[in-house]
DNA sequence: ATGAAAGCGCTAACAG
DNA sequence: CTGTTAGCGCTTTCAT
């Protein structure tokens, strides 16, 4: 059943190395020898069987990704962003959850399966900076997200502060200057939230507005509901504000639901600005305006330096990319 | 670097088959046998090549996905439920996205990637009945979806007529007559629009409740703005109704909106129900009733099949399995 | 209950 | 420019 380089090589009257040459494209080869084997592979249907290819040059032309849960509109963005580019570099993508819990994610990278892939991207959420020493990658690493995490592999980020600043700072110049910083979290410094908010504070500053403590919402765990309630707690306790900056999009879409349903209109009354520019945002009524992290260059250059690794640069020093952002007007703000 | 049987076996002194006889679990090894192999395994963090056992044994331990978009929520969450189930069968997922268009579902099937996998689940979009005849799937294959699609494969689907029946019997229960069918195509049979179409008509004949064309919208492709340009529209025209079914959760996302922009109240006005029970549908405002149309038991039924045919099962005729449906209540229907 | 040895299909030295 | 050949690490007869 099936096709071996053997039987094409048989078929073509040559040796199984020259149809091996054929294959992966080596350059010194004869036309007529290349059209022989190339009508071999064709007439037999030869495909080449990647556990052996795998077996002897110690690759597998895989790549896993390792993300907190494909529910999450922006891994699942995130994830097809990363397939997309793994295609470019003929690597294939198998996908593995940890819920973002740290027993979770450790397990995933001692399973044997990670073996199956030639080096991992993984978007670190439940590990803190206690493990990095502790931790070891199965295989070549390219780390995800805003922890730093130890130096032990490559990383790509996206700029939270200065994107949380350009948000604010496109409310402010809105003319908005009481503006809800939705989904803070009070003890984080170095994940998300903290550095979100620490975006948020230099561009008050920057303005000169002051700094209110009751603008400052938690809203765990970032659903929908959560930035609702929220909103309607403000509401309720009488906060003033002209405008919201969501951590994500998705308490942006709750706390337009929470306004809407409070008569308060989008902008007119309260500009919001969410964060990740999920495809919902395009189709949320109103519109919402976001902030883009550069998903598809984290996807791209992550997807780049991991096979860079992988083709053998070992020994160049750690590399810190922080993809550009940038703002996606809509109607959420009057664009 | 790389640990190897080999270097197990010496240091257990032992052969290498007696080590491999221990790590696949074969029965007849002296309990002392048995102890040294695994403390060299421990010791010398042995982990098998997989590419090598893959090689030997005709099976990678992998299965591919292919799906049309991870964007979308359903396919998003089915990805998910489709690697719990994987991971319970000691399978490696890896992903592939087709954007549902045909020429990509050919290429997908076509790709020498798709060797990596002892078996796929494919969920079919772009391909049709004309093509059943002519595609050859690389690898054993179990198809996804609502189309028949010839009968090379086992086939595993929702019951889309049931359940969009007995969601219009839900709102009729409500005391509802007239009911809008969100998001039908008028000249489409047997894809989900088709299907769920002929369920809402059973639903309505079977009460006696009169079929009305102008209840019945196009809202093609079933976004959030889709689902809220047809109500809006409906609403603008006049035409009187006292519930939705929306043939998925994210048309009645927008349906929702669209009505609570018009100051109609859900469920007091219009009660709605939608389709496929996306994560969101709890989180929403209110909270959404919608179809569970199983996509667990769709997921884990699917990956059993696979696995079984993968197994050696290919002389069984082919199996199509319809997973069991339910109404998830919640507040849009006043549960 | 355990060992010896063949070989899965491919790539890459090494020859010629 | 092309052919020969030696393994990659594992599973699996076949012996013992």
New binding site residues.
Partial sequence: M????????AAA?????????V??G?????A???EAVEKAVADLG????????G????RTGAIGLVIPDLKNPYFAELAGSVMRAASQHGLAVFVEQTGGDRAQELAVLASPRMRMADGILFSVTGLDQADAATVAFPVTTVLLGERIFGAGADHVTMKNVEAARAATEHLIELGRSRIVALGARPHEVSGSAGLRLRGYREALEAAGIPFRDELVVDATPWHRADGARAVRELLAAGTGFDAVFAFNDTLAFGAMRALGDAGLGVPRDVAIIGFDDVDEARYSMPALTSIDPGRDEIAETAVRLLAARIGGDSTEPFVLHEAAFRIVTRESTGG
Same sequence: chains 1, 2.
Wanted: overall charge positive.
């Fill in positions: 099936t096709v071996t380089l053997r039987e094409v090589a009257g040559v040796s199984i190395k020259t149809v091996s040459n294959i992966n080596y350059a010194h080869i004869s007529r020898t290349r030869y495909q080449p069987n990647l556990s052996a290819r077996l002897r040059s110690g």
